[in-house]
Structure formats: structure tokens, C-alpha cells
């Protein structure tokens, strides 16, 4: 799991002090009796037990998926839940994930999928996941990663159901690596981590990819752009050079603090460029605060779910480099300039970063080289080598691996062979 940076509050900025000081959130306490209750198979906001559906075969598959924690497990297991259903429209699928609020809560919340929580407490959390899947019944358990991938692949490993593992990065998870030699098979994205694994049990197919996302051409670059920028008017695309700021799915607060000092500047020099800045949750309000008026080149935003219409718009992604940030890039075929977390355990968003660098030509900037003229410098040269732009997108384009989702549902449903009610 990502191992979340200080908080800091903005620096270099007249009238602003600098802070570390945590954010407590009060949880109210609950007894043994209410956190009980609490512990069953239902909807995301819905604390009756999921019903079957009666329309679906006595021997439809059943997938369990366990997520949580950072955008790269949570997307990744729900793309892959899409990938199934749109294959096999009676399949049925539990998502095991953390307690509100979390991403994939709140991802399970929007869509139409079973979600159950699986609290913290390693303990806790393997009674509450073993529960869940003596319940669901499910014929095979997904782990993307997260918190309660593990709990959740030990108890399937003591209730005696088949599991499998898709890890994103570069370097395997800690906990990755303990389950690979009982998983039935570990679904990898790059080819590097085989080395560290049981070779046999390795498959590298890429990471799956979200089907907005793969579709995000069937959105033209004009409807996008007056999506974030409505009061730039029409024709606005020609020419337009749209830069997409992604500060990972918690936000960043030094890619903020670079970018709150060099929008304007860029804005006022760049009469055609264009920004859409995902602050992340946690610093938004902060930013939104220090942002001169609203600006009609500029969109801020939190969180950006209409991904789809983000990469139609945008020319230029800067990103941290996680899994999926990498794996959307590639899929679009977009120019990139990458700024990987140094604090992330075995420090795989660096490991992915350069691996970017070396298939597409990414460029790339450490937190300790990052600050607003650095970025500002390689924005522009991005922007002023029409060539190189087309290089990064051809390479990107040809290192993509699109089918992802459904090579690894195929394979998985392989492993499964017939189902049969269990």
C-alpha cells in the first residue's frame, strides 16, 4: 500500500505558513454489538443483504474482487469486473473493500456491483472476509492490491477457493510476493517482476484498462474542451495546447505547490494553453482558496471523473506515476511528463516512471528537481518539439496493451473451466 507523504501546507507564497500538523478526524465509538452489524454482504448505502438475482442461471460464475487503497487497485478490479459482465452478462460479482469513505466504496456505490467491508484489523478483517465469501460463494476470489487483498486471499486460502493475483507495478508487493506461490495464477503488467515470482504462475498481459477509457476517442477534442472550459466558446480547439495536472487520487501537495505557482504565469504568457488541474480531495479547498478569481483557461477540480473526457481534451498529461496513471497514458497516446512519489514502498512509482521513459520517451522529474520553473521548462519544450510529441504518442500507442481486461477475464475464466453451483 502507498505510504502517504507529509501533509504541507503551500510554500514560497507570501502571507502563508508553513505546517505539518496531522488532520484528526473523531470516529465515534461503536460497541462490539453495532461493529457486528456491520459486518455482512450488502450494497454500497444499503444494509440489507445483497438478494439474488432471479434472473441469473443457478450456474452463473461467481467472481469475488478484493481492492482498496490507492486509484491503481481499486480501477484495475473494477475494469476487470466490467470486462466480465460485458462477456458474461449473468455473471455475478461481490467487491470486498474497505469502509466508507474509500474509493472503492464509493466506486462500488456509483455502480451496480455487491459491495462488503473489510475492516483494518488484520484479525477482524479475515473473520469478516471469510464471512463474505462463505456467503457469496463465489468460484474464484480477484486480488488487485490494497489492504484487504490479503485478508481476503487468506480466507479463501482456509475456505479452500481458487484465487488469483493482478499486480500493477513494476516491483511486486510485499504481500504479492508472500501469495504467489499458493495463487492460482499472478497477472503482472510488466515483465520485470517475473524474476521475483514463481515463474510458473506468472502471466504478464498489462494492467486493465477502464472502457471509457478505451473509448475516450469516440469524444472529440471540441466537445471536451467545452466540457472543462465553457466560457472559452467555440473554436477554441484550434490551436489549444491543454495540459492535464493529475496529483494522484489523494492528491499531491507538491505537485500542487509547483503548479499554484506557475499557472498564472503560464496562462498569461500561453494566450493558447489551457489547464485542467485535479488537485486531489485533500488539498483542493486550499488551492481553490490561493487560485486568482476563476480563470475561463483554467479548470480545478478535486477529482476528475470523466476521465474519458479529460484525455479527449488534453495534449499533455504531468501525473505522479502510478499504475493506472501509466497504463491510461499509454492506452491514450499521450505526451507525458512524470513526477513518481519517492515514499511509496520499494518505490514503485519510480520503478514505473522510468520504465515509461524507456518505451515512450517520457520525461521525467523527481519531487527533489520539481518545482514551478523546472515544470514550466518542460512543458514548454514538450510543447515546443511538434516531433517529439508525436514520437511519445506513437511509442505510447504501440507499448499499449488495450485488450488487457479481457486477456486476463479469459484467462481467468480458463482456469475456472465449467462452473457448477457450489
Known amino acids: 500500500m502507498a505510504a502517504t507523504s507529509p501533509r504541507l501546507l503551500v510554500r514560497g507564497l507570501p502571507g502563508t505558513q508553513t505546517t505539518t500538523t496531522p488532520v484528526c478526524i473523531p470516529i465515534p465509538a461503536q460497541s462490539r454489538r453495532a461493529r457486528f452489524r456491520r459486518c455482512h454482504l450488502s450494497r454500497s448505502r444499503d ?10 442461471p443457478p450456474d452463473s460464475l461467481r467472481v469475488a474482487f478484493a ?8 480501477y484495475s478490479a473494477f475494469a476487470l469486473a466490467d470486462e466480465l459482465h460485458a462477456s458474461l452478462p449473468h455473471s455475478r460479482s461481490l467487491f470486498l473493500g474497505g469502509p ?6 464509493s466506486t462500488a456505490a456509483a455502480s451496480s456491483y455487491a459491495f462488503a467491508t473489510v475492516p483494518p484489523c488484520l484479525p477482524r478483517a479475515l473473520l469478516a472476509a471469510a464471512l463474505h465469501l462463505h456467503r457469496f460463494r463465489p468460484h474464484v476470489l480477484v486480488a488487485t492490491g490494497g489492504p484487504p487483498s490479503l485478508p481476503s486471499c487468506l480466507a479463501a486460502l482456509l475456505l479452500g477457493l481458487p484465487f488469483v493475483i493482478q499486480d500493477q507495478d513494476a516491483g511486486p508487493a510485499p504481500a504479492t510476493r508472500l501469495l504467489a506461490p499458493v495463487a492460482q495464477r499472478v497477472f503482472l503488467a510488466f515483465n520485470a517482476p517475473v524474476r521475483l515470482l514463481p515463474k510458473r504462475k506468472c502471466a504478464v498481459y498489462g494492467n486493465p ?3 471509457s477509457i478505451r473509448n475516450y476517442l469516440r469524444v472529440s477534442k471540441a466537445a471536451a474542451m467545452a466540457r472543462f472550459f465553457p466560457r472559452a466558446g467555440p473554436g477554441c480547439e484550434e490551436g489549444a495546447e491543454v495540459v492535464l495536472f493529475l496529483a494522484g487520487t489523494l492528491g499531491s501537495p507538491e505537485i500542487n505547490v509547483a503548479v499554484l505557482n506557475m499557472y498564472y504565469e503560464m496562462l498569461t504568457t500561453k494566450k493558447n494553453r489551457y489547464l485542467i488541474w485535479q488537485t486531489g480531495p485533500e488539498d483542493f479547498c486550499e488551492m481553490e482558496s490561493l487560485v486568482r478569481g476563476h480563470h475561463r483557461r483554467l479548470f480545478l ?34 505526451p507525458a511528463i512524470l513526477i513518481p512519489l519517492p515514499t511509496i514502498v520499494d518505490d514503485h512509482q519510480t520503478k514505473n516512471a522510468y520504465i515509461m521513459a524507456d518505451v515512450m520517451g517520457a520525461k521525467v522529474i523527481t519531487e527533489d528537481e520539481l518545482d514551478s520553473s523546472s515544470l514550466t521548462r518542460i512543458i514548454d519544450e514538450v510543447f515546443g518539439d511538434e516531433k517529439l510529441m508525436a514520437e511519445m504518442s506513437q511509442k505510447a500507442l504501440n507499448a499499449a496493451r488495450p485488450n488487457s481486461s479481457a486477456d486476463i477475464i479469459c484467462h481467468i475464466c480458463s482456469l475456472i473451466g465449467p462452473t457448477n453451483p457450489t
Not at 100 to 105: G, N, R, T
Open 47 to 56: 444494509p440489507n443483504p445483497v438478494p439474488e438475482d432471479p434472473q441469473a
Open 67 to 74: 481492492c482498496g487503497g490507492a486509484g491503481g487497485h481499486v
Open 100 to 105: 466508507a469513505p474509500s474509493l472503492e466504496s
Open 209 to 211: 484498462v477502464r472502457m
Open 301 to 334: 477540480t478535486p477529482f476528475l471523473h470523466e476521465m474519458d473526457m479529460a484525455y479527449a481534451a488534453t495534449d499533455v498529461v504531468v501525473s505522479r506515476a502510478g499504475s493506472v496513471a501509466c497504463t491510461e497514458i499509454l492506452v491514450t497516446g499521450k
